[in-house]
């Protein structure tokens, strides 16, 4: 096992891809490091997103007859909530070692794990899910990339869908320059901006302290498509 620290594993990885002009293929360059033992990634819990967590246990969706997506799915524990309660859950990542490692973990999964790619995504899925989890993927590409990731995101959502989006907040007034990434964090405006999609609307967005960082806050937003 590595002895460097995972945040600054996937940071060094993350730049090497960026230097190759590559900025998705650090994800299962980091993923294959770690099925190696020569990284771990750092928002791998091996559970699901307590921000998740608290959304369902709020919120008691009913997913019978319903479908999810849940996007940069990685190693399936958030993908594994959501098949729970009841969704048809198609879970993707870029990353095929991520996909494995999921399929690996979860060998009685209800979910269905693919490689797949959020900026060239299959026209099927297009406003197909019932339900998005969207879960610090678009706070791990660079900021240049992030809008088109959003509206790739929205793209989704089928109409009366809903949008669940957790990211890692950053102050309104920084610089993008002075963003050390990845993760490259989101304001609140780049978070309000997933409503920019036709027929998408917010509406709940709160913020609270990381769970593994008091120090650092989270958004939690949810959005509907009418």
Same mark, same amino acid.
Request: no cysteine.
């Given at each position: 096992m590595s002895e460097e620290d995972p945040d600054l594993a996937s940071r060094r990885i993350a730049h090497e891809s960026l230097t190759r002009d590559d900025p998705t293929g650090w994800f299962e360059n980091l993923y294959s490091a770690a099925a190696d033992g020569a990284a771990v990634v750092p928002w791998d819990r091996g559970t699901a997103n307590p921000l998740l967590t608290e959304w369902f246990e709020a919120s008691e969706p009913n997913g019978t007859?319903? %479908?999810a997506v849940v996007i940069g799915a990685g190693t399936g524990w958030d993908a594994e909530l959501v098949a729970d309660r009841g969704y048809q859950t198609t879970a993707f990542d870029i990353s095929p070692t991520a996909v494995e490692t999921a399929q690996r973990n979860h060998p009685d999964s209800q979910a269905q794990y693919v490689v797949a790619d959020l900026f060239n995504q299959p026209a099927e899925w297009q406003h197909a899910f019932d339900l998005v989890v969207e879960i610090y993927?678009?706070?791990a590409l660079p900021i240049a990339l992030q809008a088109t990731a959003i509206q790739k995101v929205?793209?989704?959502?089928?109409? =009366? =869908?809903?949008? !669940? !989006?957790?990211?890692?907040? @950053?102050?309104?007034?920084?610089?993008?320059?002075? !963003?050390?990434?990845?993760?490259?964090?989101? %304001?609140?405006? %780049?978070? @309000?901006?997933?409503a920019s999609a036709p027929d998408l609307r917010l509406i709940e967005l709160d913020e609270s302290p990381s769970p593994s960082n008091p120090t650092a806050t989270r958004w939690r937003a949810e959005f509907l498509r009418d």
């Open positions: 007859s319903k %479908t993927t678009v706070q929205g793209e989704l959502v089928a109409p =009366g =869908g809903t949008l !669940v !989006v957790i990211a890692s907040a @950053r102050a309104e007034g920084q610089p993008d320059a002075e !963003v050390e990434g990845p993760p490259w964090p989101l %304001t609140k405006a %780049t978070i @309000r901006s997933f």
